[in-house]
Each structure stands twice: as structure tokens, then as C-alpha cells.
């Protein structure tokens, strides 16, 4: 192909990231019972570019700012996409927020999927739950650009088959050559034909070359733990396993330290990391 992808990594362009632009509603769609996905446009400007695996800071008027994983394909400029979960106040405003309505966009933030990585190689994504959000622009990335992998694999698995996120597009993707799809859930009713299981018992079936694959996690901490060990059980360089943590970011760029893990502020180094950067600190209780 004659046209890749840009790899390099935006920055938030305003104020050093703390000045928010304002941002309309352009569609809002629900993906789960409590999960939407918004397509914002700026009121003024192109929407922002921005790599896989960055986020934003979405500010509610009144109410307050949460970070946010960026969803949309990087490679369509026309709006900005970020599915969120109504957990809180500043979270229940953003998704109960309609068409029209105005909110404020710090961003894009934070170090993204090093998706350089996989050039060659066979890349294989695990998502676990809500972190099918965060990872979805590295699939669209991957598909736009084939022709420098030798193959795509997702994992994903979920709690129960109504909690499957993008599940119309999982399906789209499953049907698509040179893109494997596993899903798994971890408990379902009569209904359900897929598999019932734990994502990691999907890991090592869906490998190629051990060798030769990057994979990129995101989920819970817990489920990526055990992903890591299975991938490294199979065969896959720690060093090829890079991941995607969350804690709780206030500020974004380093500043006022809510999201430190360790040596690290997660919303200045990652809050993608390569996994024996922060292996042995995940194994820390409250940490």
C-alpha cells in the first residue's frame, strides 16, 4: 500500500494541555445498559488528531473532568469517538450528555500503543471488558495497514454475553480475512452458543509464532496479569507484551500526581507501558 498511517504521536496543543476546547455532541449511541459512545466535534477547528491508545480530559460545566480512552479510528479525521461508563458524577453527566449539548476536550494525551512494534510481526490484541475501548483504534490501524503484518488476532473476553461492547462490529471483524476474532464470557444462559471461559484460554490457540507476535493488553489489571503469563507461557517475549493501566488522573500531564504508580505518572509515561516496565509494581497490593 502506498499510504501508512502517521506514527507519530499528537500532542495537546493548547496551553500546555490544560486549556479545554469546546466540543458539541455530534451523535450519541448507547453500547451498553450502562455504556455510551459519543462523536464529538470542536465548535471551532479541525477535531484533534491523535494516535492509538491516547485519551483525552472531558470537562462537564459544573460538575468536573475525567479521562477518558480515545475509541475512533485514527485514521478518520471528522469526529472525535470515546465510549464512556456512567460509574460517577463527572461520568453519569458525560453519558447522559444529548445531541447538541456542549462539553470541554483537554487533549490527546499520554504515550500510545507502539504499534511500530508489530511492523513484521503478528500482532495479537486482548481486551478484557470496557478495554475493548482503548484497544479499538490499534484494530483500526491494523486493518488499514495489512500489508505490514502478518496477521491480526483479537481476544476478548467479558462477564456475560449482554456485556459484550462493539459486539455488531466484533461480528463484522470476525468475517474479515486476515482478522481472527475469539470471544469469551464468563458466564452465559441456554442462549448463548460462544464460549464460556476466562480470556486466557483463548490466548495460545490463537497464536501463530510465539516468536514473532506483538501483543497489546487492556482490561483489568488482574486479567492482564494472568494474560501476560499466558503469552509468555506460549512463547511470547515479555519484552513483545505492552499494556494499558488506569488509575485516577486529575490533571493529565504530570502535575498533580493522582495517578502515580511507582516511579511513574501514568498520565505523563503511559498510559500504555511495555510490560517489564511495570510487571513487578502490578503485583503490589493498593499499589
Known amino acids: 500500500m502506498s499510504d501508512v498511517q502517521t506514527l507519530d504521536r499528537p500532542q495537546a496543543a493548547q496551553s500546555g494541555g490544560m486549556l479545554p476546547s469546546v466540543y458539541e455532541v ?3 449511541r ?19 488528531s ?7 480530559m472531558l470537562y462537564v460545566h459544573g460538575i468536573g ?39 470541554g476536550v483537554r487533549g490527546p494525551l499520554g ?12 500482532l495479537m490484541v486482548v481486551a478484557g471488558g470496557l478495554g475493548l475501548a482503548p484497544t479499538r483504534p490499534i484494530i483500526y490501524w491494523a486493518l488499514a495497514n495489512r500489508d505490514l503484518l ?24 470476525s468475517s474479515t480475512q486476515g482478522l481472527e476474532v475469539g470471544i469469551t ?58 499494556l494499558s493501566l488506569e488509575r485516577n488522573m486529575k490533571c493529565g500531564i504530570g502535575w498533580c500526581g493522582h495517578c502515580q504508580l511507582g516511579p511513574h505518572l501514568l498520565c505523563r509515561d503511559g498510559p500504555v507501558f511495555a510490560y517489564p516496565a511495570v510487571r ?7 499499589l
Open 280 to 286: 513487578d509494581l502490578m503485583t503490589v497490593w493498593e
Open 65 to 103: 473532568e475525567i479521562a477518558v480512552s480515545i475509541s475512533g479510528n485514527p485514521g478518520n479525521g471528522e469526529a472525535l469517538v470515546q465510549t464512556v461508563r456512567s460509574v460517577g458524577a463527572v461520568s453519569k453527566a458525560v453519558c447522559g450528555l444529548a445531541e447538541g449539548e456542549r462539553l
Open 26 to 28: 455530534r451523535t450519541r
Open 111 to 122: 504515550v500510545p500503543w507502539p504499534v511500530e512494534q508489530a511492523f513484521g510481526k503478528h
Open 150 to 173: 502478518k496477521s491480526i488476532s483479537i481476544v476478548y473476553g467479558t462477564r456475560s454475553p449482554d456485556q459484550i461492547l462493539y459486539a455488531p462490529q466484533l461480528l463484522g471483524w
Open 185 to 242: 464470557v464468563d458466564r452465559a444462559g441456554e442462549d448463548w452458543t460462544g464460549r464460556v471461559g476466562v480470556v486466557t484460554e483463548l490466548i495460545a490457540p490463537m497464536l501463530q509464532d510465539p516468536a514473532e507476535t506483538v501483543a497489546m493488553l487492556c482490561g483489568p489489571e488482574i486479567m492482564m496479569r494472568f494474560a501476560a503469563d499466558a503469552l509468555a507461557d506460549a512463547g511470547v517475549s515479555q519484552d513483545d507484551v505492552y
Open 30 to 48: 448507547r453500547e451498553l445498559v450502562d455504556c455510551v459512545t459519543l462523536e464529538m466535534v470542536p465548535l471551532e477547528g479541525a477535531p484533534l
Open 50 to 56: 491523535f494516535a492509538p491508545g491516547q485519551f483525552t
